[in-house]
């Protein structure tokens, strides 16, 4: 590295960020602070320096999480009115808005996204916690029609209950530690499920400032547990243990698959948020003053560390080439920087290791001859910065194409046909299937290639435009069930049929 690093790249953070830091951090059991077994550190992306210690747990702290996630289950939360819940959802989001800074620094500097990013997912935040809150009081069973042999014989009745699954494990990755966090405790919460939640060890500190939160809200105590380890001792631990009722995980599809075999021996529930590899498609038609940075930033929006990541560009021959020169220009413009930096529009990577990983995939694509439109380097400078880069000339079969890189890099085909079958079958030849955008003017194009599409989630002039109520999943090996919204409630409960004769 050609200089030495400097504190936040000479950034300020708030009074309250530093004071936080300087904590010690311990493990959320209870509704208390307790000592773990172990401690690792948490380092600041962009410089290398060490931000803070944590103390991690592994299989008896996450057994002692459990068993107070069913005390609560089975005492004060379960007992509690909806009327209560929703309250107390209520004023976790207020303590939440009230702490915004604190939470959106603590993004920034442990995951090293960009300021005006991290503003944003804490805003989703309070928001999804709002949301849920609100959903709380619509928790609604339906009456139906009661079995024919009662109903022969007597007047009856059959109705339905809807009732929480249990305690839920939750397992966070490192990618934007709050808002995962969020999405998976606001739904858990609102349907009246308890909470063991593992955050990756990559990123802690927001998760551990929101168990502070938690407390001061009210919530009582042993309804969220939160317990930091590595992922193959605490998280295989939660997922392995027979008292959850649910696993809920979002990460690799490789770790998913461990979950999977992890979950098995209590047959608990499971959901699943993995990978992608999401094909964006720009049609001859298509608005490129609109295209250009929204294919720009499908790839590289938080540093292509993203799961929705639009990262196979099918670029019609008609258009290619003034594609490539404008998202060629707007990767170049691009800052890259601290993300406390407001200037910053690209952060650095998560860690040495995953820009390894990354270099490896760039280099790989250099030396197969491909041609580097825009980037392809790593800075010279401390932290795990590279530069948005972006392939031209690739197909299908390159591991480039194929494999979730999970950093700034876009691979481009140029497409020559208008069959809309034949662009599918181009955008669905991938295990994955998350996410995907279509660019066009025209509107019969467009609907007829996004049914096409085999993905949970596809936008068309837009990409990734994922929100509070709107459903979010995956297809084929990106995940099993959804998140966000209505269907994410309703994978916290249970539905209990119930008939009577009168
Ligand atoms: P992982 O899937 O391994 O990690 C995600 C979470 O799972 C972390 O909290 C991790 O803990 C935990 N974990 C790891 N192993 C186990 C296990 N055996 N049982 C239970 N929990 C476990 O992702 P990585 O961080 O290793 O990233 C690797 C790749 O995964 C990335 O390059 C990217 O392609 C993909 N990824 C996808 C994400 C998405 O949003 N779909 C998010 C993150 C990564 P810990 O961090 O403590 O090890």
Same mark, same amino acid.
């Given at each position: 590295?050609?200089?030495?690093?400097?504190?936040?790249?000479?950034?300020?953070?708030?009074?309250?960020?530093?004071? +936080?830091?300087? /904590?010690?951090?311990?493990?959320?059991?209870?509704?208390?602070?307790?000592?773990?077994?172990?401690?690792?550190?948490?380092?600041?992306?962009?410089?290398?320096?060490?931000?803070?210690? +944590?103390?991690?747990?592994?299989?008896?702290?996450?057994?002692?999480?459990?068993?107070?996630?069913?005390?609560?289950?089975?005492?004060?939360?379960?007992?509690?009115?909806?009327?209560? #819940?929703?309250?107390?959802?209520?004023?976790?989001?207020?303590?939440?808005?009230?702490?915004?800074?604190?939470?959106?620094?603590?993004?920034?500097?442990?995951?090293?996204?960009?300021?005006?990013?991290?503003?944003?997912?804490?805003?989703?935040?309070?928001?999804?916690?709002?949301?849920?809150?609100?959903?709380?009081?619509?928790? /609604?069973?339906?009456?139906?029609?009661?079995?024919?042999?009662?109903?022969?014989?007597?007047?009856?009745?059959?109705?339905?209950? #809807?009732?929480?699954?249990?305690?839920?494990?939750?397992?966070?990755?490192?990618?934007?530690?709050?808002?995962?966090?969020?999405?998976?405790?606001?739904?858990?919460?609102?349907?009246?499920?308890?909470?063991?939640?593992?955050?990756?060890?990559?990123?802690?500190?927001?998760?551990?400032?929101?168990?502070?939160?938690?407390?001061?809200?009210?919530?009582?105590?042993?309804?969220?547990?939160?317990?930091?380890?590595?992922?193959?001792?605490?998280?295989?631990?939660?997922?392995?243990?027979?008292?959850?009722?649910?696993?809920?995980?979002?990460?690799?599809?490789?770790?998913? #698959?461990?979950?999977?075999?992890?979950?098995?021996?209590?047959?608990?529930?499971?959901?699943?948020?993995?990978?992608?590899?999401?094909?964006?498609?720009?049609?001859?038609?298509?608005?490129?003053?609109?295209?250009?940075?929204?294919?720009?930033?499908?790839?590289?929006?938080?540093?292509?560390?993203?799961?929705?990541?639009?990262?196979?560009? +099918?670029?019609?021959?008609?258009?290619?080439?003034?594609?490539?020169?404008?998202?060629?220009?707007?990767?170049?413009?691009?800052?890259?920087?601290?993300?406390?930096?407001?200037?910053?529009?690209?952060?650095?990577?998560?860690?040495?290791?995953?820009?390894?990983?990354?270099?490896?995939?760039?280099?790989?694509?250099?030396?197969?001859?491909?041609?580097?439109?825009?980037?392809?380097?790593?800075?010279? #400078?401390?932290?795990? +910065?590279?530069?948005?880069?972006?392939?031209?000339?690739?197909?299908?079969?390159?591991?480039?194409?194929?494999?979730?890189?999970?950093?700034?890099?876009?691979?481009?085909?140029?497409?020559?046909?208008?069959?809309?079958?034949?662009?599918?079958?181009?955008?669905?030849?991938?295990?994955?299937?998350?996410?995907?955008?279509?660019?066009?003017?025209?509107?019969?194009?467009?609907?007829?290639?996004?049914?096409?599409?085999?993905?949970?989630?596809?936008?068309?002039?837009?990409?990734?435009?994922?929100?509070?109520?709107?459903?979010?999943?995956?297809?084929?090996?990106?995940?099993?069930?959804?998140?966000?919204?209505?269907?994410?409630?309703?994978?916290?409960?249970?539905?209990?049929?119930?008939?009577?004769?009168?």
């Amino acid at each position: 590295m050609s200089a030495s690093a400097i504190p936040f790249d000479g950034n300020a953070i708030a009074s309250v960020t530093q004071c +936080f830091l300087g /904590e010690t951090h311990r493990l959320l059991i209870g509704g208390e602070w307790v000592e773990g077994s172990g401690e690792l550190e948490t380092r600041d992306p962009a410089t290398g320096l060490v931000l803070a210690k +944590f103390q991690t747990g592994g299989a008896a702290e996450i057994d002692r999480a459990v068993k107070a996630a069913r005390t609560a289950f089975e005492g004060p939360w379960g007992r509690m009115t909806v009327a209560e #819940r929703t309250a107390l959802l209520h004023k976790l989001a207020r303590v939440m808005d009230a702490n915004a800074t604190l939470l959106t620094e603590l993004d920034v500097i442990d995951n090293g996204m960009p300021r005006f990013i991290a503003g944003l997912t804490t805003a989703n935040c309070v928001e999804m916690i709002d949301y849920y809150s609100g959903a709380v009081m619509r928790i /609604e069973g339906t009456t139906i029609a009661p079995p024919r042999h009662i109903a022969a014989e007597t007047e009856a009745l059959t109705y339905t209950l #809807r009732e929480p699954v249990g305690v839920a494990g939750q397992i966070v990755p490192w990618n934007v530690p709050l808002s995962t966090a969020i999405l998976k405790l606001a739904p858990a919460l609102a349907a009246g499920c308890t909470v063991v939640m593992k955050p990756s060890e990559e990123t802690p500190l927001s998760v551990l400032a929101l168990g502070r939160m938690i407390l001061e809200s009210g919530i009582p105590t042993g309804v969220v547990n939160i317990v930091n380890g590595l992922g193959a001792e605490a998280g295989q631990a939660l997922a392995e243990h027979p008292g959850v009722d649910k696993i809920s995980f979002t990460g690799s599809t490789a770790t998913g #698959r461990k979950i999977v075999q992890a979950a098995l021996g209590n047959l608990k529930k499971v959901s699943l948020e993995l990978g992608g590899k999401s094909p964006v498609v720009v049609m001859p038609d298509a608005d490129l003053s609109l295209a250009i940075p929204g294919v720009a930033m499908a790839t590289f929006f938080l540093q292509g560390q993203n799961c929705m990541a639009g990262t196979r560009i +099918f670029a019609h021959a008609a258009i290619h080439d003034e594609l490539m020169d404008g998202v060629a220009a707007f990767a170049g413009g691009m800052k890259l920087g601290h993300g406390l930096d407001f200037a910053t529009m690209q952060g650095p990577l998560i860690s040495a290791a995953h820009t390894a990983k990354v270099m490896g995939y760039i280099d790989r694509a250099k030396a197969d001859g491909l041609t580097v439109v825009a980037g392809g380097e790593q800075l010279d #400078r401390p932290g795990n +910065f590279v530069q948005p880069t972006i392939f031209s000339g690739c197909d299908n079969s390159m591991p480039l194409m194929r494999e979730e890189i999970f950093g700034p890099v876009m691979a481009v085909q140029k497409i020559e046909t208008d069959d809309l079958d034949a662009i599918a079958a181009l955008a669905n030849d991938t295990p994955y299937g998350l996410s995907g955008s279509v660019w066009t003017r025209d509107l019969s194009t467009a609907h007829r290639l996004v049914k096409r599409i085999r993905a949970g989630h596809v936008s068309i002039n837009c990409h990734g435009a994922v929100g509070t109520n709107i459903p979010f999943g995956g297809y084929g090996q990106s995940g099993w069930g959804r998140e966000f919204g209505q269907e994410g409630l309703d994978g916290y409960l249970e539905t209990k049929a119930i008939t009577a004769r009168l």
